[in-house]
Structures are given as C-alpha cells and as structure tokens.
C-alpha cells in the first residue's frame, strides 16, 4: 500500500518505535499473545494455524457453574457449590512447613467442614464470620462432608451472588491445556471478533430464527450477529445466549452448504446442456409393454417424472430411492430404453461386478427379441474382449452398456451418450458427482439407492439432485420372517435351513470377515464393522468368517448340500462363476461376505443366515434380509451374534425385527451410529462440518434449505452487492468439491 505522500508505507520514522504487526485473521498463530512457537505446533495438530482459523475453534462442549444447594443435599463425590458462613477455624501445625487448616461452614441447612493442607496463609484471607460460597467435591467424613481443597469466593453481607461464568471445553491435543485455549480464543475473540463480517443480514436473520423456531421453540429473537456469536461461543454469558449463539453458526454454517447447493442445482439447469429425450405416447406405450406385471403406483410416478426430467435439454439429475425390492430397476429399464428409443445410448454402472453381471442379464432377457444392443464391461474380461466392448461404444454399436463403476474412471467413450444410471450407490456423494460433469453436451442422470436415505442426507450429500421414492412394494411378495437366535439355537436352524432347501430353496449365509482371525484386524473391506463391538471379553473373540463357516457347513450341518464360497478377496472370475453357479441353483447354499448385500436377485433363496450380526449396520442387515424376499416363498432371516455380545447390541438388533419398513431402520441407525459412513467428508468429497451436526440438527437443515433456494430463486448468483459477503463464503468452503467455479 502507498500513502498518499508516495512513500512506500514499510520505511517507519526512525524516532518511533518498529510497530507491532497489528492481528488480523491471517496472522499465524505463533505470533498470538501467549503462543509461541512450540504452543503453536500442537495447535496446528488441532487445525489452527492462524488467529482466524482459533475464532473459529469451537469449543466442544462447556463446563456450567453448579447450583447452590443445601448440605442435605450434598453426595459424596458429586461436585457441588453452596452458600454459608465461616464459624469455626483451626490451623493445627504437626512439622515446620506441615500445617493443616480445617474451616467450618454452616448454614441453615447443616455444616461442613473445609480443609487446606500447607496453606496457613489462608486464615487471613477467610475470617470468621464471612459469608462465603464453597464449591468443590465432597466426601463423607464421619457424619459430616468435607472438601478438601475447595474453591472459596468470599461475599459481603449484601453482595449479591456473583454469576458464575459458563467455560468452554475445547477439543485438546497432548501439550495443550485447557487454560492454554481459553486465554488464546479469548484474546482472539476480544481483537478479531468485531472485525468479521456479517453474512446474514438483520432480515435473514428475522426470517430463520422464525422458521426455526417452529421446531426449536428456544430459538424466537432473531439470531444474533456474527460477532456477539462468537463472543457467545467462547465466553457465554448466560446459557441462552450461548443457545442463541450456537443457533447462528449452526445455521449459517447450513445455510452456507445448501447455498452451494442451490447454486449448483441452477447451475446444472441453466448451463449444461443434454438431448431431449421426451416419452412419446408412442415410445411410452412400447417400453411399458414390455413388462410382464403392472407397475406399483410409486412406480408409474416415478417413470412419470423420470420422462419429464428427460424430456427437457438439460440434464435429469434424480435419486430414486426405495427399500430393497421395491423394483427400482424397472425405472431404469424404463429410462434406458427411453433413450436408445431416441437413438441414444445409455451406461449402467454397478457397484460390483456380481451386481453389474445380474442387471446385464435382466436385461438381456427383458430385451430379448429387440433391436436393443447390449454389452458388460467388467473387471473379468479378457483384453481382447474389453477392446472389443470400447470400440463398440466408441462405435455406436452398443446401445446400453452395463459396467462396474470402474468405467467412471476409465477409458470408455461413447458415440452418443444420453443417459448414465448410477446404481446402488448411496456412498456416491455429491462431490464425486461434481466431478463427473465435463460440460458440453451431458448425459442425463439417473441414481438409484436401495438404502433408504434419511431426509437430511438426501438434503445435503444427494441435495443437489431430485428426488423420487418408491415406498409401496410390488404385490405377490412373500414376508419375510426375522429372528434374532437365543443361545444353543444353532443346531435346530441349520436343520430348519436343510429342511427348506429338501423343500427346493436356496439359502445364504452371511458372515462379515472372508478369514478367521481375530476381531481387530479388518480383513474385507467390503465389511464396515460397527464402532461398539470392539470391546472387553469380545476383543479376545474370533469373528465368524466365510471360509471357516464355509468349511463347519460342508463338514457338518450342511453336509449333503451343494455349499458355494463368495467373498471380496475371490478373484472377479471367480465370484461371478459362484455367483452365477448360485442363480442357477447348482449350489443350494452360498456363504459369503456382504458382497451380495447389494441388489443381488435370487427369487428361489428364501432364508438367510447372518453370523456375527452385531457387526453390521441396521440398515445394512435391512438390505441383506431383502435377498431372501424376492420371489413368492415366505423369507427367513436369523441374526446369530458371535458370544461375548452386550445385551443393548441385542437391543439395537431387536428393532430390526420390530420394524420391516426400510425407511424407519435407517434413520434409527444414521441415530444409533451418526452420519458415519453415509456422511464421512471423505466419502462424500465434501468438507466436515465444523458446528452443525445432521443428525441432530435435521430441521435446521430443512429450513436452511428452504431459505437458500428462495434466496437463489430471486437472485441466482448472488450478485447483489448485499449478498457479496455470503457469496464469498460460498464460494471458499464449496466452489471447488462442487465446481462453481464460474460463478464467481
Ligand atoms: P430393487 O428395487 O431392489 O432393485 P428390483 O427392481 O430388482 O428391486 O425388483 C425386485 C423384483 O420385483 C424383480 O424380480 C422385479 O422383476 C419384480 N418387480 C418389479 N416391479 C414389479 C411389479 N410392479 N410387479 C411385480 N413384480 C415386480
Ligand atoms: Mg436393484
């Protein structure tokens, strides 16, 4: 910068002193009152590498002042504070330097006695008579409580109790003190806070306290400014305004995301670009024919919109969810064949290549005696072979190419792509979807999960998609029958699983490790353990795993039956040659890892078998039970736990057998275990969230949401010079994992 008299601003007036460098967001941390170098390294370990990022350090829970409360009341151990005045004291002193000073407190409820060891000085800081407020730990001495060490204020007479200060507990690492941080943020927050700038102005503010408040009754005043928030947040002054505080940066920091969101949903209306693909009666009539049964009511909505979505020149961007067997991949079929009716082609991508062989055969059959050309792309191919399906897409010459996921990634180029379906893929997050969009023209899009997805993850992970959703299942199913096995019930199950497959049926059994080995050491990765089930006598347990299990069934209870081995670490031919070996009923009994959680169709497999059940996730177990309700038989599903199991995991494991609905077990597990896997940032590919939590913050996301699409709606690249600072925001934390880049 140069002043107005031209000298460059560096060279000082060599009387005055060098300037301290004034703080600002940007300074490094070490240069922060109180730092230093060796304090700042730990606290770069806590993501705090400048004065900026420590204002926005927020602490992870708060220490609040205990009540006053009468002696009665006192219990040995529990911290507590109450009110008395001194009337008795005595120092006693055995040795030179030992001394001990015992002080009685009483009021009207009782007495107690405090001791200080070592510290005679005290006696003058604490005459008889005083009113004081004592607060401390008690424990139980004769007939009397004692605090040893308590904390003292002394009062006046008239002096109204001091308000004790709510303190902030922030997240440590080793090296750093709680007292460290505390003095840190607050010398931040009392030179930086006023300096940030206001992003929500006075009206958003009004607005979104209204709305949230429909729900979250604490929250009516309108939300408070960014910098009396972050006072609040470090140094509340009163736990509603710590509320309130907590409320605004919850909310902005919701807001910031669904405005990212909002921006790109425009984004992918306005400035990408697909062939219209519209349904005519004509084409409609011909693809609906083609189904043997008649479509679910949810069903008939769905490819409703799917062909409105396609009929228009920009992308369909639309999630279609439902529980497994809900017949989603009807909705596929239909899309697909809507676009190589208008000469387009269409890609299937399968999260596996056991899932990618099924649908390739589905259709195929469906397809059989049509003009419709289908080719797999998949990991077992030969080289000749994959040559061949790549330069048949280059070609044309394919029409639906069916494929693992790794063909997002890989080398294929079609000569005319007008539609991409993405099964089975709620672990596909936004982020990575942004990526896939290269501009010009685009496909249209088309994502399937089977694992109903909590409204507040399709808000943000799937938020910048539609959404349809198929909740009633196609008639003529079977139930499906669950039960979570007592002890010593094993041997009467698997004659029960004989006596089913002497009937004709298949069985699977489901174990989540490929080998034995002890519960630790992770060894599928196809397998997300649960976090809790980890601990005491059943961390020294071996977990079920499917060669063992495979090797006692063929052995044992199940010897006689064609027995099949499915798992992660098989070779791809190898799984697709069990996995077909299964479907044509050569073998009776498949025992495999969660390799064919998803999707897999085996009409004729009716019971199941899950080893080691307190392992996977709710929702997980929900999708593997719906393997064995695809055909007309009644399905059954027994949930075994390895021993050493707590008797609350039974409990979480119970609600899967009250509950068949797929859309209550998930919100209960995304409860139960937190947004996990289904939100990690990593998987996701967008940033953590700082303050907000989506579990439990669920109905201020639907209001941020809600807010930032009317936001949006009127001013679609928030170019008022109001919303200049919002935008930046935005733009910072989203415009890279969601490409807006040019909207800046
Ligand atoms: P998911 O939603 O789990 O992918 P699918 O699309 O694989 O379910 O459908 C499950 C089974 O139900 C398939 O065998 C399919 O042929 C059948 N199905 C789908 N829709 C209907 C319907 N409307 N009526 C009868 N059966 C149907
Ligand atoms: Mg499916």
Known sequence: MIPPDGQPSGATPASAPPPRPPLTLSTDIQFVTGVGRERAGRMRHLGIATAGQAL?????????????????????????????????????????????????????????????????????????????????????????????????????????????????????????KQDHLRKVTSTVVERLADRIEEVLDEELRITAAARVSATLPAMTDPLPEIATALREIHQPSSSESLNAARGRLIFQELFVLQLALAIRRRRLTTDLTAPPLPPTALIDARIRNRFPFELTSDQVRTIEEV????????????????????????????????????????????????????HYRVLANALAHSRVRMG??????????????????????????????????????????????????????VGQRAKLRRGGIDPHYLVLSATPIPRTVTMTMFGDLDVSTLRAKPPGRGAVHTYLAEEGWRDRWWRFVAERIDEGRQAFVVTPRVARQLVDEPADSAVSASPDSTSGEAAAKEVSSAEE?????????????????????????????????FVQGRTQVLVSTTVIEVGIDVPNATVMTVLGAERFGLAQLHQLRGRVSRGVHDGHVCLFTDSGVSPTENERLKSLIESADGFEIAEADFRLRGPG???????????????????????????????????????????????AGLKRQVMRRYGDVLALGDVA
């Open 56 to 176: 926005f350090f927020f602490p992870r829970d708060y220490e609040y002042p205990s009540e006053l409360i009468s002696i009665g009341e006192l219990r040995e151990g529990r911290p507590a504070s109450l009110e008395g005045h001194i009337t008795e004291l005595e120092l006693t002193s055995r040795s030179p330097g030992k001394s001990v000073l015992g002080v009685l407190v009483e009021n009207g409820s009782g007495a107690v006695r405090l001791l200080f060891f070592n510290q005679p000085y005290r006696v003058d800081l604490l005459p008889r008579g005083s009113r004081v407020i004592v607060s401390g730990t008690p424990r139980l001495a004769g007939f009397r409580m004692e605090f040893v060490h308590p904390k003292v204020i002394v009062l006046g007479e008239d002096e109204p109790i001091p308000e004790n200060r709510i303190l902030p507990l922030y997240p440590l690492v080793e090296g750093l």
């Open 307 to 358: 062909g409105r979505d396609m009929a228009r020149q920009f992308p369909m961007n639309r999630l279609v969810q439902g529980d497994v067997g809900s017949g989603k991949t009807v909705i596929a079929q239909y899309a697909m064949l809507l676009a190589v009716a208008h000469g387009h082609q269409a890609v299937m991508m399968a999260p596996t290549e056991v899932l990618a062989r099924q």
């Open 376 to 429: 797999l792309l998949c990991g077992s191919l030969t080289a000749a072979e994959r040559r061949q399906v790549l330069r048949q897409a280059a070609a044309g010459e394919i029409d639906v190419l069916v494929g693992t996921q790794a063909l997002l990634y890989g080398e294929v180029r079609f000569s005319k792509l007008g539609l991409c379906v993405i099964d089975e893929q709620h672990k596909f997050g």
């Open 549 to 581: 299990t495979y090797r006692e069934l063929c052995q044992g209870p199940l010897s006689g039956y064609r027995v099949g081995l499915l798992h992660g670490q098989m070779s791809s031919a190898d799984k697709a040659a069990a996995m077909e070996r």
């Open 677 to 723: 896997d289904l939100l990690g940032s990593r998987q996701s590919g967008m940033p953590a969230m700082r303050i907000a939590d989506l579990v439990r913050d669920g109905e201020v996301v639907a209001v941020a949401r809600e807010l930032a699409q009317e936001l949006i709606d009127g001013d679609p690249d928030l170019s008022a010079p109001s919303r």
